[in-house]
């Protein structure tokens, strides 16, 4: 029977993952740092792994002394680190199992929010006008030409964690710099006004399209998208 790995067992995206290939018949295991929902689902066995924000070592050692001990086909990650530190190591799992994810310096570029910016600016992607200021003073450079309000966007956050809507050029100084604090190197973007979110799922089998899907979302938090001050 094909058996397949899914890391974080805590995200209701794996849960889903584990249903589907189990409905199917896969033999299913589920990874988590701790005990986790997704752990008593009847169509999943359950492995507990070293967290792979705090040990990533660790974390790689024990996926590879699983998949070199049971016969995997194939393990799917779901949350951002475990799918970065597997997708960064994937040739120590090459002979060994499949891991079906994009290299890493792609994965990188999605991540980073600037980065995906600039590949679609550079490939005439229709986008909100951003700004890249290096630091707070750096925005003095662009004060002349600012149009509010502004959204200030971390370039690597979820959840519209960190994410800030401003009014003036001094709210913007004063909240650039608390965003960069807590979540690192920022940009300024552009504010569209609220009229509804959507979202764009697409699954690609090296670089070809296999399946696209588009939906509005009738909750999100917060509502407006962005956290207003």
Excluded: W
């Excluded at 189990?22 to 752990?39: M, P």
């Excluded at 680190?81 to 999605?110: H, M």
């Excluded at 490939?123 to 909100?128: A, D, K, Q």
């Amino acid at each position: 029977m094909t058996r397949v790995l899914v890391t974080d067992g805590r995200s209701r995206a794996s849960l889903a993952v584990v249903r589907s290939l189990g409905k199917r018949d896969l033999k299913v295991t589920c990874g988590e740092a701790f005990n986790c929902s997704t752990f008593y689902s009847k169509y999943s066995e359950r492995f507990l792994y070293p967290p792979p924000d705090k040990q990533p070592e660790l974390f790689i050692e024990s996926i590879l002394d699983l998949v070199k001990t049971k016969k995997f086909e194939a393990i799917i990650p779901v949350r951002d680190d475990a799918t970065l530190l597997l997708s960064k190591n994937k040739d120590l799992f090459k002979d060994i199992v499949n891991i079906p994810v994009a290299d890493y310096e792609t994965l990188c570029i999605g991540r980073d929010k600037s980065q995906t910016i600039k590949l679609a600016l550079k490939n005439n992607v229709p986008c909100p006008k951003t700004y890249f200021p290096e630091n707070a003073n750096d925005l003095l450079r662009f004060q002349d030409e600012l149009e509010f309000p502004l959204v200030i966007k971390p370039h690597e956050s979820s959840g519209s964690r960190g994410i800030k809507v401003v009014n003036s050029f001094e709210e913007l100084l004063i909240e650039y710099s608390k965003v960069v604090l807590e979540f690192g190197p920022a940009m300024v973007q552009e504010f569209i006004p609220y009229n509804g979110a959507y979202g764009v799922s697409m699954l690609f089998n090296k670089g070809e399209p296999r399946a696209i899907f588009t939906h509005k979302r009738l909750r999100q938090y917060p509502e407006s998208g962005a956290r207003a001050h």
